[in-house]
Nanobody, 125 residues
Framework: QVQLVESGGGLVQAGGSLRLSCAASEHTFSMYSMAWFRQAPGKAREWVATAAGLENTTAYAISVKGRFTISRDNAKNTVYLQMNSLKPEDTAVYYC??????????????????WGQGTQVTVSS
């Protein structure tokens, strides 16, 4: 079973930046598409960004495009989410997840194979 561990969350003021990391204990990490999701209390989980495994492509939700950047280091089995210009509405628990390598855009929860435990991001006004 693939295990994913997120880190890098915390409290930041609006306009600030954070970088999240997701480390995978899997030698075939490069074969997966990796994605970031977030969920605020009382709301459904929301897709944020994807780094495809099959091709070197990325995709972003409209709400974060231009502010967030997803990247991956296959040698370290790690995917990152650089978050700039943070807004209070970005406050949520952020999760990373794996999916089939062909997926390069929005990935629904039903197609995620493995989930991390999440890391809390809180953005104050």
């Amino acid at each position: 079973q693939v295990q994913l561990v997120e880190s890098g969350g915390g409290l930041v003021q609006a306009g600030g930046s954070l970088r999240l990391s997701c480390a995978a204990s899997e030698h075939t990490f490069s074969m997966y598409s990796m994605a970031w999701f977030r969920q605020a209390p009382g709301k459904a989980r929301e897709w944020v960004a994807t780094a495809a495994g099959l091709e070197n492509t990325t995709a972003y939700a409209i709400s974060v495009k231009g502010r967030f950047t997803i990247s991956r280091d296959n040698a370290k089995n790690t995917v990152y989410l650089q978050m700039n210009s943070l807004k209070p509405e970005d406050t949520a628990v952020y999760y990373c997840g794996t999916s089939a390598p062909a997926y390069s855009g929005r990935i629904p929860d039903s197609l995620v194979s493995y989930w991390g435990q999440g890391t809390q991001v809180t953005v104050s006004s």
